[in-house]
């Protein structure tokens, strides 16, 4: 029974070693957050484009990523809020690259500018700010993305809000 023992806890201590030495860690607060900060407000970020919805999908995109790590919770109205992440959207084009046939599009470049900042509610004092914040990207789009006018538009936006929380998320915690 011992050596079972013995056996076990090597094995234990060695898959240990080798999970924390590939760079895997718990999710913890960063070193900079005070622990009092437990929510953050995410308003819709200004949209000085012509996409009509890219503001909006882009907070609730960083509204769902935040809720993921259960650190700062999202909360609904700024008052509640100890932290608030605001940003603008600058500038954003999507430009078809290849097609199947005429008007099915296949693959889309996106290039997108904007800026954000985390600012602590109660003082008004900037925790995080990136000035100019940009992302090149293209994204093959589904055969179901057919539409009308401008088919996979809506599909490349969606897939651009969801790599863009990540980078906002990664950047905040880990700089």
């Given at each position: 029974?011992s050596?079972?023992?013995?056996?076990?806890?090597?094995?234990?201590?060695?898959?240990?070693?080798?999970?924390?030495?590939?760079?895997?860690?718990?999710?913890?607060?960063?070193?900079?957050?005070?622990?009092?900060?437990?929510?953050?407000?995410?308003?819709?970020?200004?949209?000085?484009?012509?996409?009509?919805?890219?503001?909006?999908?882009?907070?609730?995109?960083?509204?769902?990523k935040?809720?993921?790590?259960?650190i700062?919770?999202?909360?609904?109205?700024?008052?509640?809020?100890?932290?608030?992440?605001?940003?603008?959207?600058?500038?954003?084009?999507?430009?078809?690259i290849?097609?199947?046939?005429?008007?099915?599009?296949?693959?889309?470049?996106?290039?997108?500018?904007?800026?954000?900042?985390?600012?602590?509610?109660?003082?008004?004092?900037?925790?995080?700010?990136?000035?100019?914040?940009?992302?090149?990207?293209?994204?093959?789009?589904?055969?179901?993305?057919?539409?009308?006018?401008?088919?996979?538009?809506?599909?490349?936006?969606?897939?651009?809000?969801?790599?863009?929380?990540?980078?906002?998320?990664?950047?905040?915690?880990?700089?």
């Amino acid at each position: 029974m011992s050596f079972l023992f013995q056996k076990n806890w090597l094995i234990l201590l060695f898959l240990s070693f080798l999970i924390f030495s590939c760079g895997y860690s718990i999710q913890e607060r960063p070193s900079y957050f005070k622990s009092s900060w437990k929510t953050i407000y995410i308003p819709p970020f200004k949209n000085y484009t012509q996409e009509p919805e890219i503001g909006e999908r882009l907070a609730y995109a960083l509204r769902h990523k935040f809720s993921q790590g259960k650190i700062l919770i999202p909360v609904a109205r700024e008052e509640e809020a100890d932290l608030i992440l605001k940003g603008e959207i600058t500038k954003i084009y999507i430009e078809p690259i290849a097609y199947e046939v005429f008007l099915q599009t296949k693959e889309r470049k996106v290039h997108f500018e904007g800026r954000f900042q985390l600012v602590e509610r109660i003082t008004g004092e900037k925790i995080h700010e990136n000035k100019k914040f940009t992302r090149f990207e293209t994204y093959r789009v589904s055969e179901k993305a057919v539409g009308p006018l401008d088919p996979g538009k809506k599909e490349a936006l969606l897939k651009l809000c969801e790599d863009l929380s990540e980078l906002i998320f990664q950047e905040i915690w880990f700089r």
